[in-house]
């Protein structure tokens, strides 16, 4: 076990090479070896898949030496997949290596003639999402949701996320193993970051196994009929909504920086978002000074990164078109604000009272459609 185990260490120092200018030295029979030690990594996922301790050993041994867990157990699977994109990504690679790799892809040792090439269909299929991830911005996404290329972050995010879950093991081991993933979000620029994140959330959906009750999101049975009570995609969204809410300052641009309708449906979604949003729309809200002279609600100050009355009835609105339980949460706490406010019956002495009127008014006119 050991000297498999050994050899499984290996796997991290192989994909090195072959994205490094070492293998401008490579010739057909060394590329051969490289492939075969690909296929063989292969072989050890398929075997030891259904093995739980197995996987689990060969997973924590992958990850010995490196920086971060870059690489789990589910990568060994994918290996020539991975070997073969490093490898045509690399100009290094002598052509003649080249040919024979791509002759290899095409058609692998012990496959039939004409059959699929389903490695070479989904290293096609990786190339293409790399190239189309690498595309520069275009044009400002359309105001309904989020563009493609947040959507496909997104789903990366997810599934390193997932496999990270997976290969835990019990509570209190895997503690500490997501410790990169506030480094990895926050390389990116805030705005990309909060919307891979909300896309994150997002599609957590009750089809992956997710019950969302009252907002809260429980873990149904997983694909062999088990509780996991703390895996799968509910530790998925916990690790998430940790990063989020874990300092006040990220949270306030968080829920700045996106559209009302998203944050309303995330809020519908995670009641552990649904307050605090709730507290921020408060706190915003408190620094609107009615002027008379105009006749309308404006910012106390002008410098400050504050919703103006119109963002701020727009947000409000959102919060009571969706779920009834988090419109009767919005209506509730607006009326504790209007009473706490003095409890006006009139317009411009209180904002919490004209919002109230106005979105009493917007609901019974959608009553009546």
Known sequence: MEALLGQVEQLPALLAVSRSPLVRDWDSLTLDRALEWARYFQHLH????????????????????QSSPLLGFSHLGRCPQLLGLALLENRALPPAACRRLIHGLLQPPGSETGSQPLSLTLLARRKAASRLL?????????????????????????????????EAGPAG??????????????????????????????????????????????????????????????????????????????FSAFCLGLPGFLLASLAGRYSQLSRPYLDLLTEWGSHLLYDPLQGRW???????????????????????????????????????????????????????????????KDLRKEAGR
């Open 134 to 166: 690498a595309l520069p911005p275009g044009p400002p996404r359309p105001p309904e949701g989020l563009g493609p290329r947040v959507q496909a972050e997104a789903q990366l995010l997810l599934s390193r996320l997932r496999e990270e879950g997976q």
């Open 298 to 360: 404006v910012k106390s100050r002008l410098d400050k990164a504050e919703l103006s009355w119109e963002e701020l009835r727009e947000r409000f609105s959102c919060l009571c078109q969706g779920s009834s339980l988090l419109r009767g949460q919005t209506q509730a706490a607006l009326k504790l604000l209007k009473a706490q406010d003095g409890d006006f019956k009139v317009c411009g002495l209180s904002v919490w009272t004209d919002l109230l009127m106005e979105l009493e």
């Open 173 to 250: 081991e895997g503690a500490g193993r997501l410790r990169w993933l506030p480094g990895v979000l926050e390389q990116l620029p805030q705005p990309r970051a909060f919307e891979v994140v909300a896309a994150a959330l997002l599609l957590v959906t009750p089809g992956s196994g997710v019950e969302h009750a009252g907002g809260w999101v429980w873990c149904g049975n997983s694909l062999d009929g088990s509780q996991a009570s703390e895996s799968g995609d509910e530790r998925v969204a916990e690790h998430l909504l940790s990063w989020l809410l874990g300092d006040l300052e990220r």
């Open 46 to 65: 398929d075997r030891f898949r259904h093995r739980p301790r197995l996987r689990q050993a060969l997973g924590l041994r992958l990850r010995r030496g």
